[in-house]
């Protein structure tokens, strides 16, 4: 099976005090939709081919990209942050709706 694997490097917005960088990983999510709508727009890819893969603020970071760009295939968040984020709205968290499926892994 051929696949592509893309890293996301996001360490300027997350060295900061951890309530803005909780913050910027909605700008992190918009970048990674983006990227899906060209990889769709240009080259024809299907978001459900897309797996997204985050670790603690990344994993929300994917769960902004899923609800950004709809039909996301899978997201796994690892670990996800739970600080500002346990008991908040799905609009600003990783949910079970970001994605056609999404696992979570708690260590």
């Not at 051929?2 to 999510?29: E, H, L, M, P």
């Not at 081919?49 to 603020?57: F, R």
């Amino acid at each position: 099976e051929d696949v592509n694997c893309f890293c996301v490097d996001w360490s300027k917005g997350s060295r900061c005090q951890y309530t803005q960088a909780s913050n910027n990983i909605r700008v992190v999510g918009a970048e990674i939709a983006y990227f899906v709508d060209v990889l769709m727009e240009k080259y024809g890819y299907s978001p459900a081919n897309v797996h997204i893969i985050g670790h603690s603020l990344g994993a929300h970071a994917a769960g902004e990209a899923g609800k950004r760009r709809p039909g996301i295939g899978r997201i796994t968040g690892l670990d996800p942050a739970q600080p500002y984020f346990q008991g908040t709205p799905v609009e600003v968290r990783l949910d079970k709706s970001d994605a056609d499926f999404v696992d979570v892994i708690h260590t």
